[in-house]
C-alpha cells in the first residue's frame, strides 16, 4: 500500500514500514560488487545529510546544486535537502561548462554536489565565474582535487563530521532545527527546479512543489501496477523529470531501486539484478528491436519459423485481444501460455527480465511497430506522455483499461485537457507547474487567461485516449527524450566562415545530424590552396579533406554544447535554401517542415548504419 506524504518525511515513514528490508541496490564508484541499503539505511543517511545542510547554514528555499550521474550520494542529497526544506536543482552529469555557469548564476546556489572527476574539474573551472558559488562537495572519494582548492570537500567528510556528533545534533540546536523545519514544510513549498532548454537555447527552471509531487504520486497509484514486490532499475538520469518522478512513486510503494550508474552498461546490469521494472525512453526499445529482428533474420529456417509463429499468436493475444479488452478464447490461451513460458520467455531472459511487470516509456515518440513489438515479447510497456513542466505523467495507459497502440494513453487523475488554437494540448491541474524561476514575462506568455499550461504539442483526444500529432514549439527532442534547442546549436556553428546556412536536424532521432550550405567562394579558395581538384560544388562537398576539415572546425565550436546537442553527421549541400522552394521565409528564416521534407532522402542516409 502507498505511503502518502511529503518527500522530506518519505524516508522516516517507509523506514517504520519497512525496517530492513532493501530499498537500495548499488554499486560503489568505480565498483563491480553489487551493494544492498535498507530503509533504515536510507533514513538514517538522509538524517545526517540533512543535519549536514544545517550546520553548513542551508537556509530554508535554499537553492542546492547536484552535478552527478545517478548514484546512491545523489539521491541522499536530494533527500536530505527535502527535509530542511531546501531546494535541489539536478544538472546532466554531460552538462557543458557554460551551463552550468548560466543556472548556478540564475539560481544563486552556493553548494554544489558533484559526483565524479569530470564533474568536479568542470565545477572547478566556473567557480570563479559564479559568485555565489561557496562550496563543492564531491561523491567519488577518489576524485583528485585541484591544487590550492581549499573550499572542497569529500562527501563522506562532509558527513562524517556530522556522524561524530550524531547523538550531539540530534539533542542539541541541529536536531531542534531539523525537527522544526520537518514540522514546517508545506505544500508550496518548492521541491526542485528543473532547468530545460528553450527554443533560443536560454534555459529556463521549471519550479516544482511538495503539492505537485503528492498529487502525482496519489494520481499515478490509481493507474501503474508498481509495489513493495517490484525491484525498479533506473536507466534514464534521475536528473531527467521521468526517471525522478518514477523512482519517487516507485519509493511511495516500498518498491526496490536498482542503481544504474552508467547508462551504457544497462542491459549487462538487468542481466545482473533482474528488475522488473524499468522507465525508458522509445530508442532503447528501438535498439532492443533491431537487435531481436538481426537474430530472427540470421535463424536456420525451422527456428524462424518456429519464433514467427509465436510471434503471431502472441499478437493475437496480447494485442488482438487484451490491448483491446477482450478475453482471449480457451484455444489461444493455452496456445499463448505454452510459447510464453518456452520461446518468449528464452527472449526476455536474455535481458534479465525473467519476471517482468511493467516499463512505462515516455520522453519521445514510440513507433507503433516498436510498441506492438515490445508487448507481443510479453512485456507491459505502458505509453505515456507528459512534460517536466507536467511533472512527468500527463496520461498513460492505464491498469486493466484497454489501449490503443500508437496512443499516448489516458489522463491520470486530476489532470483536466484541453485542445486548445492549433490543436494546442492545454493543461491544468494539481501536478501543473505553477511556472518557471523568475521568469515573469514568459510564465504570462506560457498560460492562457483562464490558467491552463501552454505545452506547445499538438494533438486529440479520441474515446479517452490522447494522440500526439506535432510539435508547435520549435524545440527538437531526441529518441532519447533529451531537448534540443536547434537555433541555438546553428548559431554557435553559423560563426564559421565557411558555413553559409545550416539546418539541424533532431526530433524523434538518435542523435544530433545537420545539413549545411557552404560558402561556396571560400570553399573553393581553401580547394586551391590545399591543391584538392574540382570541377564543380558536387566535387567540393562530398571531398574527404574538405569534410574532415569542417568536422574539426563544427568540433571546436560546439565544445560549449552538452554531448547530446552536438552535431554528429552533416550533409553539405550543393544549393542554397530559398524562399523559391519555401524553405524560406520573406525575412529569410529557415522553415524546417520544408527543408526536412525536401532534403528527406538526404537525412535518412545520415542515419543509416
Known amino acids: 500500500m502507498q505511503t502518502l506524504c511529503h518527500l522530506a518525511k518519505l524516508p522516516y515513514e517507509q523506514a517504520k514500514k519497512y525496517g530492513d528490508k532493501t530499498v537500495f541496490e548499488y554499486k560503489d564508484f568505480g565498483g563491480t560488487v553489487w551493494k544492498k541499503a535498507s530503509w533504515h539505511d536510507f533514513a538514517d543517511n538522509v538524517r545526517c545529510v540533512s543535519l549536514a545542510m544545517l550546520r553548513a547554514g542551508v537556509k530554508v528555499q535554499e537553492n542546492i546544486g547536484v552535478f552527478s550521474q545517478n548514484s546512491l550520494p545523489y539521491i541522499y542529497t536530494d533527500f536530505g535537502a527535502f527535509g530542511v526544506r531546501a531546494v535541489t536543482i539536478p544538472f546532466y552529469a ?15 546556489i552556493r553548494f554544489f554536489f558533484v559526483g565524479e572527476q569530470e564533474q568536479y574539474d568542470k565545477a572547478r573551472r566556473v567557480q570563479a565565474l559564479c559568485h555565489t ?5 564531491i561523491y567519488d572519494p577518489s576524485v583528485t582535487l585541484a591544487e590550492h582548492d581549499t573550499t572542497s570537500v569529500y562527501f563522506h567528510d562532509f558527513l562524517d563530521e556530522e556522524r561524530g556528533k550524531k547523538d550531539e545534533s540530534l539533542n542539541g540546536d541541529e536536531g531542534r532545527l531539523l525537527e522544526e523545519r520537518l514540522a514546517s514544510i508545506q505544500k508550496d513549498d518548492i521541491a526542485n527546479i528543473l532547468y530545460t532548454s528553450g527554443t533560443t537555447g536560454e534555459s529556463k527552471g521549471v519550479v516544482l512543489t511538495n503539492g505537485q509531487y503528492m498529487a502525482a504520486f496519489k494520481a499515478n497509484d490509481k493507474c501503474v501496477p508498481v509495489g513493495e514486490s517490484d525491484r525498479v532499475i533506473t536507466f534514464l538520469p534521475i536528473t531527467h523529470i521521468f526517471e525522478r518522478g518514477w523512482d519517487f512513486l516507485a519509493l511511495t510503494e516500498g518498491a526496490t531501486i536498482i542503481i544504474n550508474t552508467d547508462p551504457h552498461e544497462i542491459q549487462k546490469s538487468m542481466r545482473e539484478t533482474h528488475p522488473t521494472c524499468m522507465s525508458a525512453v522509445p530508442r532503447f526499445w528501438e535498439k532492443v528491436y533491431a537487435g531481436v529482428q538481426e537474430k530472427i533474420d540470421n535463424a536456420s529456417g525451422l527456428q524462424k519459423k518456429v519464433f514467427l509463429e509465436a510471434m503471431e499468436i502472441s499478437r493475437r493475444y496480447n494485442i488482438d485481444c487484451k490491448a483491446n479488452g477482450k478475453k482471449p478464447g480457451l484455444a489461444l490461451s493455452l496456445k499463448y501460455k505454452v510459447i510464453n513460458k518456452t520461446v518468449l520467455s528464452l527472449v526476455r531472459k536474455q535481458f534479465g527480465l525473467e519476471r517482468p511487470n511493467i516499463f512505462p516509456t515516455a520522453g519521445a515518440v514510440v513507433s507503433k511497430e516498436v510498441e506492438e513489438f515490445v508487448h507481443i515479447l510479453g512485456l507491459n510497456m505502458i505509453v505515456g506522455y507528459g512534460l517536466t513542466e507536467s511533472l512527468a505523467t500527463v496520461s498513460c495507459d492505464h491498469r486493466d483499461e484497454p489501449f490503443t497502440i500508437g496512443s ?11 485542445i486548445g488554437e ?10 501543473i507547474t505553477r511556472g518557471y524561476y523568475n521568469r515573469d514575462a514568459i510564465n504570462k506568455e506560457s498560460f492562457t487567461e483562464d490558467g491552463f499550461f501552454r505545452t506547445g504539442d499538438a494533438g486529440y483526444m479520441k474515446d479517452g485516449e490522447l494522440y500526439l500529432t506535432e510539435r508547435i514549439k520549435d ?9 534540443v534547442a536547434p537555433q541555438a546549436v546553428e548559431s554557435k556553428l553559423l560563426v564559421d566562415k565557411y558555413i553559409e546556412q545550416i539546418a539541424v536536424i533532431a526530433d524523434e532521432r538518435k542523435f544530433v545530424s545537420a545539413l549545411i550550405v557552404p560558402a561556396y567562394a571560400l570553399l573553393e579558395e581553401y580547394a586551391r590552396e590545399q591543391g584538392i581538384p ?5 566535387d567540393l562537398c ?7 576539415m569542417l568536422t574539426e572546425r563544427i568540433n571546436t565550436l560546439q565544445q560549449g554544447l552538452a554531448g547530446y546537442e552536438q552535431v554528429k553527421r552533416f550533409t553539405l549541400l550543393t544549393e542554397p535554401f530559398t524562399m523559391e ?15 526536412i521534407k525536401n532534403y528527406a532522402e538526404v537525412i535518412e542516409k545520415m542515419y543509416e548504419e
Do not use: C, M
Request: glycine fraction near 8%; avoid cysteine; hydrophobic fraction near 30%.
Open 94 to 108: 554531460t552538462s557543458s561548462e557554460q551551463q552550468l555557469q548560466y543556472v548556478i548564476n540564475d539560481a544563486q
Open 542 to 548: 562530398t571531398n574527404e579533406k574538405i569534410i574532415k
Open 534 to 538: 574540382f570541377t564543380g560544388r558536387e
Open 408 to 418: 499516448v494513453g489516458r489522463p491520470i487523475e486530476g489532470i483536466e485537457i484541453r
Open 422 to 431: 492549433n490543436s494546442e494540448i492545454l493543461l491544468k491541474g494539481p501536478t
Open 133 to 137: 558559488l561557496e562550496r563543492i562537495i
Open 475 to 483: 524545440l527538437y527532442k531526441t529518441s532519447n527524450g533529451k531537448y
Open 581 to 595: 522552394n519555401g524553405e524560406l521565409t520573406n525575412t529569410l528564416k529557415t522553415r524546417r517542415p520544408v527543408i
